[in-house]
C-alpha cells in the first residue's frame, strides 16, 4: 500500500477547486496504508457528499412524466385516473398538460399510487399539508369570495379551493387560527344557528388577513378600550365622514376596523376577534347599510374587545337582529356589550330627556343629537327600537351613508 502525506486541516468545500482537491485527497487516501487515513477520508466524503447534494442535486422527475410511469408500471388506463384525478376531460387535460394538479388530485395519487409528493408538489422535500383533514373545501364560497375580489378570479375555482383557502389561512395568521370558528362553538351568543361555518370561517379569516396587511398607527395596550374610549368613538359619529374617522382613530391606538361584505347564510353584522399577534380586531359587514346600526355594532364589539377578549383564540360574531330570546346561552356579555355600546352613544343623562313613552319630535331628535354630541341617526335609532317601530324617524337613520365610506376606500 502507498504511503500518504501527512493529514492537513480539513477546510469547508466552497468551490469547484476546493471539490477537485477533495477527490484527489480521497483517491489518495484510498490507496493509503496508515491508521490515521480513515478518520480523515470519512470527514472528505462526507464533505463532498454534502456539496454533491447542493450543487449537483439530481433534478425530480417531471409529475405528468410520474404519473404516466405509474400508470404503465400497474397497468392503469385513463379511465382508472378519473378515481383519482376527475372526469374523462379533467384527466386528459392534466395528463396533455393543459390543466395544473390540484392539492386533492395530488393528496390521491400520492395516498393510493404511493407518488411522492415532492415529484408531484415539484419541490425537493415537499410533503402535504394535513391540518384541517376533514374540512371540505369545495363548501368555502370561493365563488363569492373572488366576485368580492376577496381572491383572484380564475376558472376551476372550486378545483383550487384548498389552495386558495389555504393561503387564505397563512395570511390570516396559519395554524393558530385554524377550527375555531369552523368546528366548535364559541362563545358567541348572537351566532345564529343558521349560518354556515365554512362562510362565517371564510369571512373571519379574511378580516384577519386584513388587519394583519395594514400597518397600524399605534401599538395598542392593553387597558385602552375603557367607557371613556367608547364615548369618544361615538362622538366621532357627528361628522359626515365618521366611518373613515373612526378606522383612523382606531389605527392611533392600535385597532384594526376591517370592512368586509358579508357572505351568504353568514347572517353577520361584526365580530370582534385578535390577530395571532396580538392585534385587536373589530370587522363589520354594514349588512345594514345605516348610520345608527354601524355605530350601534362598532362600539358593540369595541366592548367584546375591551371587557371579553382574553386570547387570540377567543372570538366573538354577531347577528344584532337576535335578542336573548332566540338563544339559551348565557347572555351576560351580549348584555354588557349592548349596555356599554348605548350608554356610549347616548349617556344616560341625555336620555332622559326624551319623553317617558320614548317618543321624540324631530326638533328633539335634532336638539339631542347635538347635546349629546352624535348623529341624529343614533337618537332616531333607539327611539325606534324602543318603540318597536322602525317606521318612525326613517328620515334620520342615513340609509345608504355608510358602506361607500369603504367601498371607495377599496
Not at 447534494?53 to 405509474?70: G, S
Not at 392534466?94 to 415529484?119: D, Q
Not at 397600524?216 to 378600550?225: A, D, P
Amino acid at each position: 500500500m502507498a504511503k500518504v502525506k501527512p493529514i492537513k486541516p480539513i477546510k469547508p468545500i466552497k468551490s469547484v477547486a476546493d471539490y477537485n482537491a477533495a477527490l484527489e485527497r480521497i483517491s489518495a487516501l484510498m490507496e493509503a496504508d496508515n491508521d490515521t487515513a480513515s478518520d480523515e477520508l470519512d470527514v472528505l466524503a462526507t464533505l463532498v457528499e454534502v456539496y454533491e447534494q447542493v450543487h449537483h442535486a439530481i433534478p425530480l422527475p417531471d409529475p405528468i412524466d410520474a404519473v404516466l410511469f405509474r400508470m404503465e408500471q400497474q397497468d392503469l388506463t385513463r379511465t382508472d385516473m378519473k378515481a383519482y384525478i376527475g372526469n374523462s376531460a379533467k384527466v386528459s387535460e392534466v395528463l396533455s398538460r393543459k390543466r395544473p394538479l390540484t392539492l386533492k388530485m395530488i393528496r390521491a395519487l400520492n395516498t393510493h399510487l404511493g407518488i411522492p409528493a415532492e415529484v408531484l408538489v415539484g419541490e425537493p422535500g415537499a410533503s402535504l399539508p394535513n391540518d384541517l383533514e376533514d374540512a371540505n373545501w369545495e363548501r368555502f364560497p370561493v365563488t363569492q369570495m373572488a366576485k368580492l375580489n376577496w381572491i383572484d378570479k380564475a376558472n376551476d375555482l372550486r378545483d383550487h379551493a384548498e389552495e386558495i383557502m389555504r393561503d387564505l389561512i397563512e395570511r390570516a395568521g396559519g395554524s393558530p387560527t385554524l377550527s375555531v370558528a369552523l368546528y366548535r362553538k364559541n362563545n358567541s351568543a348572537r351566532r345564529n344557528a343558521r349560518m354556515d361555518a365554512y362562510a362565517l370561517q371564510a369571512w373571519c379569516w379574511h378580516v384577519l388577513a386584513e388587519a394583519r396587511g395594514r400597518g397600524l398607527e399605534g401599538v395598542y395596550k392593553e387597558g385602552t378600550i375603557t367607557e371613556a374610549f367608547l364615548r369618544e368613538v361615538a362622538c366621532l359619529s357627528v361628522s359626515t365622514e365618521g366611518p373613515k374617522l373612526a378606522v383612523e382613530f382606531l389605527a392611533q391606538h392600535g385597532i384594526a376596523l376591517v370592512y368586509a361584505q358579508h357572505l351568504s347564510k353568514t347572517y353577520l353584522d361584526g365580530a370582534a376577534m385578535r390577530t395571532k399577534e396580538g392585534v385587536p380586531v373589530v370587522g363589520v359587514t354594514v349588512r345594514y347599510d345605516r348610520i345608527d346600526n354601524f355605530w350601534f355594532c362598532l362600539l358593540h364589539e369595541l366592548a367584546h374587545l375591551g371587557w371579553h377578549l382574553q386570547d387570540v383564540t377567543d372570538y366573538i360574531v354577531d347577528d344584532l337582529s337576535l335578542d336573548k330570546t332566540d338563544h339559551d346561552e348565557d347572555w351576560a356579555k351580549e348584555d354588557e356589550a349592548d349596555t356599554l355600546a348605548q350608554n356610549a352613544l347616548i349617556p344616560e343623562e341625555f336620555w332622559l330627556e326624551i319623553d317617558a313613552n320614548r317618543s321624540a319630535s324631530p326638533m328633539k331628535v335634532m336638539n339631542l343629537a347635538q347635546e349629546a354630541s352624535v348623529h341624529p341617526a343614533i337618537i332616531a335609532g333607539r327611539v325606534r327600537k324602543e318603540n318597536s317601530n322602525y317606521r318612525l324617524l326613517s328620515q334620520f337613520v342615513g340609509n345608504g351613508e355608510v358602506r361607500k365610506h369603504f367601498e371607495g376606500a377599496e
